[in-house]
């Protein structure tokens, strides 16, 4: 069965652009090799990553959507994760539609006749009365003493 997958993969910040298309090329064949397709790629480009991939804090960042049958996904990925000069890679399944899900709380609409009417001033709120607190309660009656208990000799 025929898939959609994304690939993330990122490159050693100190390879040169020769080498960057060199392993690119690679990818490219053994997806194909793999009776896959590509169909949207983006260059290689250098990033700051949020994060240390293998004691290095910028990568070349690549980029490739390709279909390609689900059978044949894991040597694809073996295949490439033995090229040399990659610091990590990511196969995943590409969703064709994504959906987000709505906002929870939807503003409230104002009433139509409030809206037709011209805003008056509001009437200032009703104040509630001031309560004095209650006075502390009385305390509680001491508890009943225990009788002495005997004690032998």
């Not at 490219?28 to 700051?48: C, D, H, N, P, Q």
């Not at 064709?96 to 008056?120: C, L, N």
Request: hydrophobic share 45%; net charge positive; glycine share 2%.
């Amino acid at each position: 069965m025929v898939k959609m997958y994304e690939a993330i993969i990122f490159l050693k910040p100190t390879l040169s652009e020769a080498e960057i298309a060199a392993i690119t090329a690679k990818i490219k064949t053994y997806i194909s090799e793999g009776k896959g397709e590509i169909l949207e790629e983006k260059k290689a480009e250098k990033k700051r990553l949020p994060f240390i991939v293998k004691k290095t804090r910028d990568a070349f960042h690549c980029y490739f959507k390709f279909s390609a049958d689900s059978t044949v996904i894991n040597t694809i990925k073996d295949r490439i994760r033995l090229i040399e000069g990659i610091n990590r890679l990511t196969v995943a399944n590409a969703s064709s539609t994504v959906k987000f899900p709505e906002k929870a709380r939807k503003k409230k609409e104002a009433p139509a006749s409030a809206a037709a009417a011209p805003s008056a001033p509001a009437a200032a709120p009703a104040v509630a009365p001031v309560v004095a607190p209650a006075a502390p309660a009385a305390p509680a009656a001491p508890a009943p003493e225990a009788a002495p208990k005997e004690t032998r000799a």
